[in-house]
Each structure stands twice: as C-alpha cells, then as structure tokens.
C-alpha cells in the first residue's frame, strides 16, 4: 500500500501521521482513526475466530492534537462462553480523549423460522461505477467513494460506497472489523449534512454488526437523521458486496461555522 498509513508504531505508542488530521481543525485528528484504533487495540488483544463484534460504542469527548502520541489501554470486563464485553480507552499524551465498550458474540446457529427483515439495497457494485472526479468526494485521498445516489447534504435519499485507501497502523493490513469500524463515522456527515453544510459534529458512534463485511466495498444508505435543540441523531444502514452488514447511528452536536459540503457526483 503506498498511501500513508494513518498512525506509525513506536514501542507500544501509536504516532499520528499527517493524514490523521481531521476537517475541523488542521491540527485535530479525525474521529473515525479514534474509532479505528481503538477497534484495532479491541480485535488485536481480545479477539477470536469464535466471537462477532456485534457492537461497538466509541464516546469522543476531545479532539485529539495528530502531534501527540497515543496510548490505548483495554480491559475484559466480562468473559462468558456466549458473550465477551472489552472496554478501551484512547488516550493523548496521557489525557484521556476517547473511550470505547465492546460486545462481541459467539458464532452459532440463527434460531429455526423465519423472521421479516428489509429488502437488500438494489445498489450497482462498485465495480459498475466510475469513480469520482472530485478529490473532495473522497477527502482528498483519506478514502475512495462510489456514489450511487443523491450527495451530501441533499435534500433526498442518498447511498455510496466507501473503501479505505491506507493502513490503519503501518505495517498491519486492515481486518474487516477494522475495515468496517474506521468508514462507521462517515455515517455523521452522510446523514447529518444540509443544504446549507455540515453544521454537526458527531460525539460518538455506535456501530451494529450481524457479520463482518466480506469485501473492502462498505456501502451506507442513510436512513434517519432528527435533531431538536441543536442535538442530531443520524444513522445509515451499513451494506457490502453481498448485502446488509449492520448499522451505524451517531449522536451530534451543532456547530456555530458548517463546514461546506462537497459538490454533486
């Protein structure tokens, strides 16, 4: 992989590289690399073949300086035979920035009967797609995007796909629970997005997952955003190559500056 990779490793510090950064502040690191490195210290340290990470909950209450080294420490809090519960927290130079909590379960059979569920997305593959030609589209180069329908900040239904272009940590080529954990803050700009910008910032993210993706392809489909007294609630439906993967819903707050959307594909 030839792009930079998000954070370099030092002992057991992780270093923020430049393309860390955020779009709020030049020298802020974005969340969904928080997001990522702590799904990363997570499935690293308390993972198995046998569990699902079926959900994971990531509070961000600073931003942290892509300066600043960073720690993550993790603790098993519950260790049962159907159901394993992991605690982490992300700390910058020994300040503690973020936090996450973790519910992985074990792989069995689905019970007999059937059970409704919505329809899979009738989305084109990636593949079928040409890519965008405005670097915006994809943070110039934090990610590669395949817009499928509507933009951000469209009045209207709007769908894509989204790989990750880098490594999470030089070196370690990403999981698909990684893969998956870093895009889940897209799901606050996709979904929180106006006519008139960005005029949210997410505090945290919860991602749902029945199974882990299967291709590097994740696709978001929003389907709720709400917000009353300059708190937002947004949430996509999460998709890969094969169908619907989980959820990824955020908690917002309002923002004095929005920060301009990106053009139309």
């Given at each position: 992989?030839?792009?930079?990779p998000?954070?370099?490793?030092?002992g057991?510090?992780f270093?923020?590289?430049?393309?860390?950064?955020?779009?709020?502040?030049?020298?802020?690191?974005h969340?969904?690399?928080?997001?990522?490195?702590?799904?990363?210290?997570?499935?690293?340290?308390?993972?198995?073949?046998?569990?699902?990470?079926?959900r994971?909950?990531?509070?961000?209450?600073?931003?942290?300086?892509?300066?600043?080294?960073?720690?993550?420490t993790?603790?098993?809090?519950?260790?049962?035979?159907?159901?394993?519960?992991?605690?982490?927290?992300?700390?910058?130079?020994?300040?503690?920035?973020?936090?996450?909590?973790?519910?992985?379960?074990?792989?069995?059979?689905n019970?007999?009967?059937?059970?409704?569920?919505?329809?899979?997305?009738?989305?084109?593959?990636?593949?079928?797609i040409?890519?965008?030609?405005?670097?915006?589209?994809?943070?110039?180069?934090?990610?590669s995007?395949?817009p499928?329908?509507?933009?951000?900040?469209?009045?209207?239904p709007?769908?894509?796909?989204?790989?990750?272009v880098?490594e999470?940590?030089?070196?370690?080529?990403?999981?698909?629970?990684?893969?998956?954990?870093?895009?889940?803050?897209?799901?606050?700009?996709?979904?929180?997005?106006?006519d008139?910008?960005?005029?949210?910032?997410?505090?945290?993210?919860t991602?749902y997952?029945?199974?882990?993706?299967?291709?590097?392809w994740?696709?978001?489909?929003?389907?709720?955003?709400?917000?009353?007294?300059?708190?937002?609630?947004?949430?996509c439906?999460?998709?890969?190559?094969?169908?619907?993967?989980?959820?990824?819903?955020?908690?917002?707050?309002?923002?004095?500056?929005?920060?301009?959307?990106?053009?139309?594909?």
């Amino acid at each position: 992989m030839t792009n930079q990779p998000f954070f370099t490793k030092d002992g057991d510090a992780f270093i923020p590289t430049q393309a860390s950064n955020g779009p709020w502040d030049p020298n802020s690191m974005h969340g969904r690399v928080v997001i990522g490195l702590l799904a990363f210290a997570i499935e690293q340290r308390h993972g198995s073949d046998d569990f699902t990470p079926a959900r994971l909950t990531v509070d961000m209450f600073r931003l942290p300086n892509i300066q600043t080294a960073v720690e993550v420490t993790t603790r098993l809090v519950r260790d049962g035979k159907r159901i394993r519960v992991v605690e982490a927290e992300f700390l910058s130079g020994g300040v503690s920035m973020a936090r996450a909590s973790c519910q992985l379960l074990r792989r069995t059979e689905n019970a007999p009967g059937n059970v409704w569920s919505p329809a899979n997305w009738d989305a084109p593959s990636p593949a079928d797609i040409p890519a965008p030609t405005d670097p915006r589209l994809g943070m110039n180069g934090k990610w590669s995007t395949r817009p499928i329908s509507g933009a951000m900040g469209s009045l209207g239904p709007r769908r894509l796909w989204m790989s990750e272009v880098r490594e999470l940590v030089e070196g370690v080529p990403m999981t698909p629970f990684v893969h998956v954990a870093t895009g889940a803050d897209f799901a606050s700009p996709f979904a929180n997005a106006g006519d008139q910008g960005l005029g949210y910032i997410n505090s945290d993210v919860t991602l749902y997952l029945h199974r882990l993706p299967v291709t590097r392809w994740v696709g978001f489909e929003v389907v709720n955003h709400h917000a009353t007294d300059g708190v937002a609630i947004g949430e996509c439906w999460l998709y890969d190559e094969q169908g619907p993967i989980g959820t990824s819903t955020v908690a917002a707050l309002a923002q004095k500056k929005p920060m301009a959307n990106p053009p139309p594909p």
